[in-house]
T-cell receptor
Framework: KQEVTQIPAALSVPEGENLVLNCSFT??????LQWFRQDPGKGLTSLLL?????REQTSGRLNASLDKSSGRSTLYIAASQPGDSATYLC???????????FGKGTKLSVKP | NAGVTQTPKFQVLKTGQSMTLQCAQD?????MYWYRQDPGMGLRLIYY???????DKGEVPNGYNVSRLNKREFSLRLESAAPSQTSVYFC????????????FGEGSRLTVL
């Protein structure tokens, strides 16, 4: 059964710092891996989707990488801003399961 | 662009009452999903519809039923609400089952007393 883990559960950084969020998964037979952002009281917003054949995807200050063999993905945020404060979740499919399995998220706080 | 729209946004029920959460998407997506989000448990899949005319159980289907009314709409019904169903419910859709980007609604906060 696919398990998705995100460490740390919470992270606080000063504005301007570059940071990395981690996501690990146990079953490497994945179609893709997705990163989401969730603001308090809101739904999830898709940030990046990496197909299983890709190594990384970039969008603005965000860069996500995927290493299937080690069961890891990272989300790199450059020059963090207070507006980046939110919970970040990763999700991927299970090997024999069709649906997406979500990590519990990393709550990011960027201090001015 | 509306994207994925859920109604109602808030609801309070008494134990044993029934209700239906409505979800509609305007992106012509084939697949739709219902998740619940609970503190410490993360997001868990209740039911999904990989394509119009099909529905399947997810991780936590007990106490729920779903209807894929048409390609746009996917409803979630609680027949006899229980306090354990107090949660935030999210509807989501994707162009292709699992293999495409997932778009979420804003959520429906349900409290069962």
């Amino acid at each position: 059964k696919q398990e998705v883990t995100q460490i740390p559960a919470a992270l606080s950084v000063p504005e301007g710092e570059n940071l990395v969020l981690n996501c690990s998964f146990t079953d490497s037979a994945i179609y893709n891996l997705q990163w989401f952002r969730q603001d308090p009281g809101k739904g999830l917003t898709s940030l990046l989707l990496i197909q299983s054949s890709q190594r990384e995807q970039t969008s603005g200050r965000l860069n996500a990488s995927l290493d299937k063999s080690s069961g890891r993905s990272t989300l790199y945020i450059a020059a963090s801003q207070p507006g980046d404060s939110a919970t970040y979740l990763c999700a991927t499919n299970g090997g024999s399961q069709g649906n997406l399995i979500f990590g519990k998220g990393t709550k990011l706080s960027v201090k001015p | 662009n509306a994207g994925v729209t859920q109604t109602p946004k808030f609801q309070v029920l008494k134990t044993g009452q029934s209700m239906t959460l409505q979800c509609a998407q305007d992106m012509n997506h084939n697949s739709m999903y219902w998740y619940r989000q609970d503190p410490g448990m993360g997001l868990r899949l209740i039911y999904y519809s990989a394509s119009e005319g099909t529905t399947d159980k997810g991780e936590v289907p007990n106490g729920y039923n779903v209807s894929r009314l048409n390609k746009r709409e996917f409803s979630l019904r609680l027949e006899s609400a229980a306090p354990s169903q107090t949660s935030v419910y999210f509807c989501a859709s994707s162009g292709v089952f699992v293999r495409a980007e997932l778009f979420f609604g804003e959520g429906s906060r349900l409290t069962v007393l």
